[in-house]
């Protein structure tokens, strides 16, 4: 039998764990995948050193969406802080005025009413679909598999009309106020909703026709972009990522927060950490959120408190205090540190989302011997959003 | 019956201005079929006539010297240059183009002729993107030779000759007669390469946007651009022409020609829009595997 | 929960306890000693989660607080560990051999606050600021009305107007200041 033997001297030598790469001998060449591509989630430039078709060394290059948030914010009263956090995160807007109002209440020590808790519930479980159902076809958008995006970003604006409807606004929707929330469910908005559920669900079973039993697709994703099982502790791998490669981390049934300990589902949990098992994950996460959402519009009240009594928002002194507030947003797990000193102002606001370490030193990590064609879709499993690394 | 130089030299390009714009009309229509399946309304039938009066009528600034802008005149070339020796209609003298036996060899040259001189006009431009655009191009071509040959050959050796209009005439007399039902390996193994030249996923890797957006769309602007485009689409019109003529019987009427050549060209697309796309070692050894299995059956059952 | 902070109180001279909720409890340290904390904490009580490390600038101290978040996924708890470092000379040691991804913290931190995490993996890396020369931005002397009046240097139409002066002024020019207004008062 013929022994195939590869001829490995066009690639680096390694020393005391760093690679040698002389960029004058020809053998490398640098490619900027840039902050204006196709092939990158957001704005974020990766530079990488290829040999051939094949990586050899990457950096991720961030900074070309900072817009100084947390200086501003340190600036502002509680109530003006709550249009600028929201927009930190940008597909999923409503986590993070979640995060901010469950802080201001730790530290103030006012009680959320029952029934602003189901609506807060509704409306998180909502936004997560908003960005599954982009989110699960894009890994197939990112290998030229166009017809699933098309489909999804179809039955995307049905939903987004539903958040017109309830809140006035299509993405960003300042709903979640410092004591509950700013209104009641329409009405008819649960006839409407249940039309839009049933869409998703036959969305669901192109999605699993369409991509996941596809020849292609299946060659381009099984074995590739593998998490190893101690990258987990040493890079703080949380969420989607960590559940795909066989550790159960969920914030709603870990920590419960809001309503979730009232509501009924399983975190769906794989065994190999590739491409496919992380895509597989999400989409059974997007099932996971049609179901709550119909036990929530089921189980929740008709009529209650929505919101409980502030003082007037404008002179509103907290006391001096910090706290960590925590949630479970479609990439992992999310959360604010805040820190009061007792004046009208906020000291510190520090935001931490999962980008944070996948999108910087995880991938810089995973792209080593990786193929040009499959850099894309290793950034996109790893669902990483620029926004919220750079705030 | 003989007819002058002068005649056959003014109905080739004839037959060319009814290519082209049969081409420019088909790209549109199989962009709206495409966008109906995604669920969208698609664009009008006649935009890629706008899209290419546009491009015309566009100059340029800055020069990267002069083999940069050869490479879209040889590719160009290299499109008409193969419509030119493929007899169009079979029975009519006219359209015959310059067709001559022995043909068939010329044709696969002037196939490859037009992907070498782009290889060496975009690299000239200096941008590393598309010196890997290309030379993915190169690899995945060489591959796709493979299975076209060997189906070729199969064909030359089945109607013992070499020219196009013979293996026509050899086809006519009903549908049992043609090459898919006579010698259906090669049909087979020419369809695979079919799918490798038309550039649709999942064979798309050349001009993947996600991984390498810049490269000969970026960097060829306005008049090059245009030439490109016209290129591509006088190209996949006279490759499913030829093919038409190798497997399917040939034409002898205009209609019939646009009939099977659409059919054929329809078939990449139903396959293209739901496949991702192949990474290039990947397609290198697909092509490998069963395409030549398919060839090697051809050449041996004939 | 309370056996481990009893121990640790003994064991690394807490300074300050601060009880939040059943799982979360907020701890002052000395410097000294913090290092030694955080590894106690992951190797022996099973800390392993570092959520993030963050700083908070206090001015009117002289003082900068260093956060470390800690999380035990397996009991579910949270510790915040605070330590105090002085304002003139910040440095603290670099956790990067503890957990790989603290570096990128580091790295926001001494381009953020101008904090030294000695050895830490490219700490003088750009990583959200290029080219800049200023004070580090997040300090809390860092004026960003003055930068940016001094950076971003006065052009004509780049003035500001008080509008009631300026459409007074446009609309009725020669009258300026006079008395004689009834019911009108200068702005």
Known sequence: ????????????????????????????????????????????????????????????????????????????????????????????????EYCLAASVEDLAGIEVPDMAKWLRTLVLEMARLVILLRGVPGQGGTMSLGMGVQWGVYVRDLMIDRFEELTGGRVYHMYIAPGGVRGLLPEGFKGRMEEVLKKIDEFVVDIDNLMFSNAVFKKRTKGIGVIKPEWIEQYSVVGP??????????????????????????????????????????????????????????????????RAKTPNVLHWKIPKGETYQRL???????????????????????????????????????????????????????????????? | MEISLLTKILFSLLGLFIVFNYGLLQAGVMRKIVARVAGRYGIPIYQPYIDLIKNYSKRTQITHGVMFYLGPVFRFSGGIGLFFFIPMIYGSVYWQNFSFSGDIILLMYFQFFGMLGMALGAGEGGQPNSIIGISRGLAQFTAVEVPFTLAIISIAVQY????????????????????????????????????????????????????????????????????????????HIVEAVLFMNLFFGGATSWLELIIKSFFIYFITVFIGVVFPRYRVDHTVRWFLKIPLVFGILAVLFV | MENIIKSLEEKFNISEVIKKSDNLNILTVDKKLAMSLIIYLKEIEKFSHLVMLSAVDWLEDGKFQLSYILNNPEKKIDLIIRVFISREKPEMESIHKIWVHAATDQRELKEMYGIEFPESPRLNDDFLLEGWDNIPPMRRDFDTLKYSEETFFPRPGRQTYETKEYMKEKMYPDEKNSKNKKGLKDA
């Not at chain 1, 590869?6 to 020809?26: A, M, N, T, V, Y």
């Not at chain 2, 957006?213 to 689409?233: A, C, F």
């Open chain 2, 160 to 235: 013992d000759t070499l020219s196009v209009y013979d293996i026509v005439a050899a086809q006519q007399g009903g549908i049992q007669n043609w090459t898919l039902f006579t010698n259906p390996f090669a049909v087979i193994a020419g369809m695979f390469a079919f799918l490798g030249l038309m550039r649709h996923a999942p064979f798309n890797v050349v001009m993947a946007p996600q991984e390498i957006p810049i490269g000969p769309p970026t960097e060829y602007h306005s008049t090059y651009l245009g030439m490109l485009q016209s290129n591509r689409v006088v190209l």
């Open chain 1, 241 to 306: 990522n960590a559940r795909a490669a066989g550790i159960n981390r969920d914030v709603r049934k870990d920590y419960p927060y809001l309503m979730y300990d009232k509501l009924d589902f399983e975190s769906y949990v794989g065994k190999d950490s590739d491409i496919y098992t992380r895509s597989r994950v999400r989409w059974h996460d997007l099932q996971t959120s049609v179901d709550m959402i119909r036990q929530i519009m089921a189980k929740m009240p008709n009529k209650g408190d929505i």
């Open chain 1, 1 to 96: 039998m013929l022994k195939f033997e590869q001829d490995r001297s066009k690639f680096p030598e390694e020393k005391d764990g760093k690679l040698e790469i002389d960029l004058d001998s020809q053998k490398f060449i640098k490619i900027w995948q840039g902050p204006n591509h196709p092939g990158i989630t957001g704005n974020m430039a990766l530079e990488l050193t290829v040999s051939g078709d094949e990586v050899v060394e990457s950096k991720t290059h961030v900074g070309y969406l900072h817009r100084g948030f947390e200086k501003l914010m340190e600036r502002r009263k509680f109530i003006q802080c709550f249009p600028i956090c929201i927009r930190m995160c940008v597909p999923e807007p409503d986590i993070n």
């Open chain 1, 328 to 391: 479970e947003s479609s990439r992992g797990e999310y959360g604010f540190y805040m820190v009061t000193d007792g004046s009208a102002y906020p000291r510190r606001i520090n935001l931490r989302g999962p980008s944070y370490n996948s999108a910087v030193l995880l991938l810089e990590k995973m792209l080593v011997n990786a193929n040009i064609s499959d850099v894309s879709s290793m950034m996109v499993s790893l669902a990483t959003c620029p926004p919220e690394i750079e705030r």
